[in-house]
């Protein structure tokens, strides 16, 4: 794979899995994606956190100030599983989770992400999560009550890549698929 960063991540197992010791690195889709599907299965480490990320761009300098994020975390150990607007399957600091379907620390969680005409679902372990209408009116009164309030090019893209957060400790990500909806 051209310019992959094996310095931050390996294959173990079937698995993309991120080197813990290395400064970390996102890995992002080449393609960009408006009306997808994407599946996938994650686990992480104790006390892990990651993310997962669509419509994202190259603007600013970190994925999480352009694209939104599905929340991936050990509830238990990590502080983030305290707030539910910030646990495993949120999209990030704007919607919590309906429900708490995240498995144990070890064992892969799998997930489902369909965004189709500006409609977007988080599934989790085969239960939707939650849903939300992208760059709707009351998505943008979201947007502005949180920490991404300040950030010019977040939630703007209608179109984008989609990217795997690596740069908060060990996690693993396997089955990968996305399909153009």
């Known amino acids: 794979m051209e310019n992959f960063p094996w310095d931050n991540w390996k294959i173990e197992s079937g698995a993309l899995k991120t080197l813990a010791h290395k400064k970390g690195v996102d890995i992002i889709s080449k393609e960009k994606y408006k009306d997808f599907e994407l599946e996938l299965e994650w686990k992480v480490q104790s006390g892990g956190n990651s993310g997962i990320f669509y419509f994202a761009n190259e603007k600013g300098s970190h ?30 600091d704007l919607i919590a989770p309906s429900e708490v379907v995240v498995k144990p620390v070890g064992e892969f969680n799998q997930v489902r992400i369909v965004a189709k005409n500006n409609h977007i679902e988080h599934w989790l372990n085969e239960i939707k999560i939650l849903e939300y209408d992208y760059q709707s009116d009351n998505f943008k009164r979201l947007v502005a009550k949180s920490k991404f309030r300040d950030m010019p090019f977040f939630a703007k893209e209608i179109k984008g890549a989609i990217g795997l957060q690596g740069d908060h400790g060990e996690v693993w990500y396997k089955n990968i698929r996305i399909r153009k909806l």
């Open 63 to 92: 994925i999480w100030q352009s694209a939104p994020e599905m929340q991936v975390l050990d509830n238990i150990v990590h502080v983030d599983g305290k707030r539910t607007i910030t646990s495993a399957g949120a999209l990030y």
